[in-house]
């Protein structure tokens, strides 16, 4: 699905807007025309691109435009990274003039967890490669040198944790005070 990123701006007052759309740039300046006059009929929902249509000086033009592969929704997580990007690059480069209310992702661990349930399987098989090509580092023994015993490395803080390890610790510990070692 190719989806354009967009601006719509007043060319009297500054505000600018940033929204996504399937369609020409010249539909959906139309649609967005269309539902302030239904929001005046007192219907649908507020946007805040009324600010700007509401000025009658207004354009539009495309920030970028991008293929998605395989993607048929266009509320996709995708698309709707790409679309929070361009509200934040209006709302760093404009401040208060940048009118968008509503942000395309609300918040970071939403986008985390939605971000993790589409790449589990990716997370899994890098995780899966990542241990078969570090396995021998990973799984290497070592001998402790508190109490002798041999432990994966990787085990290392839970071993240190054992009442066995503790114990030679202390014991350690008073031959080193008693200036035995
Ligand atoms: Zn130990």
């Not at 509200?87 to 003039?97: N, Y």
């Not at 503790?166 to 031959?175: D, I, M, P, S, T």
């Amino acid at each position: 699905m190719r989806i354009i990123f967009y601006k719509l701006f007043c060319r009297k007052t500054g505000l600018v807007y940033a929204g996504k759309t399937k369609l020409t740039l010249q539909e959906r300046l139309d649609s967005h025309i269309q539902n302030y006059n239904t929001f005046l009929d007192g219907r649908g929902d507020i946007c805040g691109s009324f600010r700007i249509i509401e000025q009658e000086d207004y354009d539009i033009i495309d920030i970028k435009s991008l293929e998605f592969a395989n993607i048929e929704d266009d509320r996709h997580i995708d698309i709707r990274i790409h679309e929070q990007l361009c509200i934040t690059m209006l709302r760093e480069d404009h401040g208060e003039l940048c009118c968008n209310i509503k942000n395309a992702y609300t918040n970071m661990k939403e986008y985390q967890q939605e971000w993790y349930i589409e790449n589990a399987e990716r997370i899994k098989e890098h995780s899966k490669e990542y241990y078969n090509e570090n396995a021998d580092r990973i799984n290497q023994k070592i001998v402790c040198d508190i109490c002798g015993t041999e432990i994966s490395k990787r085990h290392t803080p839970t071993h240190n944790k054992t009442d066995k390890h503790k114990q030679n610790k202390l014991k350690l510990k008073k031959l080193i005070e008693n200036n035995i070692l």
